[in-house]
């Protein structure tokens, strides 16, 4: 069966250091991979898409990495802040048309002052 | 620039009640829809989407269903809510084809069913 797994529930790091978080999937072929960020009582709000062909995409201070051997992509904030702490959904490509994408159930970040 | 609209924005109902959740976009036209349930602590089940006016396709069965009676208007309803239909209700829009494939969610409606 399909399944997409964040890497944890939860996780915790010290200001400045940077995060990485990872999204694993099987039995998907997904044309692209997006990551969103979603505050509590807020809807998520995308970040960055990397589509199959890419290695590597950055923003700013957020670099996501997508690995189609491994099934995988990582997430990555440099230079972390307290404003930063969220939960942080994978989402693939899950239609091959019609734009419709399966997200993962997320990883709680909290960035430790 | 484009704009995503829910209504209510919090709604407490009783088991057995309708229900008819309401959700607009502005700025943008002939958008995909989207309609996702988030229950406390799980992620984002994808219930509905719309390719187009009248085109709606289910992804889970349940007693919900969904309209889209205007191009820039998507309805969420159900003639007998649940317990299980308690959850965060979100509506999502996104552009069609060339690089617009993300998607931008509305503020969501948290639906309590008592």
């Known amino acids: 069966s399909q399944k997409i797994e964040q890497n944890s529930e939860a996780l915790n790091i010290q200001e400045g250091k940077t995060a990485t978080l990872t999204c694993n999937y099987t039995?998907?072929?997904?044309?692209?991979l997006q990551w969103y960020r979603q505050d509590p009582g807020r809807g998520p709000v995308f970040l960055l898409l990397?589509?199959?062909?890419?290695k590597e995409k950055r923003k700013e201070r957020l670099k996501v990495t997508f690995d189609t051997t491994l099934k995988q992509s990582l997430f990555h904030i440099t230079a972390s802040q307290p404003a930063d702490s969220a939960t942080y959904l994978c989402?693939?490509?899950?239609?091959?048309?019609?734009?419709?994408?399966?997200f993962g159930t997320g990883t709680k970040l909290q960035v430790i002052p | 620039s484009q704009t995503i609209h829910q209504w209510p924005a919090t709604l407490v109902q009783p088991v057995g009640s309708p229900l008819s959740l309401e959700c607009t976009v502005e700025?943008?036209?002939?958008?995909?829809l989207y309609w996702y349930r988030q229950a406390a602590g799980r992620g984002l089940q994808l219930l509905f989407y719309?390719?187009?006016?009248?085109?709606i396709s289910s992804e889970v069965p349940q007693n919900l269903s969904a309209s889209r009676p205007q191009d820039r208007q998507f309805i969420l309803s159900s003639k007998k809510l649940l317990l299980s239909d308690s959850g965060f209700y979100l509506c999502?829009?996104?552009?069609?084809?060339?690089?617009?494939?993300?998607?931008?969610f509305g503020p969501g409606t948290r639906l309590t069913v008592t």
């Open positions: 989402a693939l490509d899950a239609s091959g048309g019609y734009q419709k994408v399966t």
């Open positions: 999502a829009w996104s552009g069609r084809g060339g690089k617009g494939y993300e998607q931008y």
């Open positions: 700025g943008t036209s002939n958008p995909n």
């Open positions: 719309s390719v187009g006016i009248g085109q």
């Open positions: 039995n998907y072929s997904p044309a692209y």
């Open positions: 990397i589509r199959e062909n890419e």
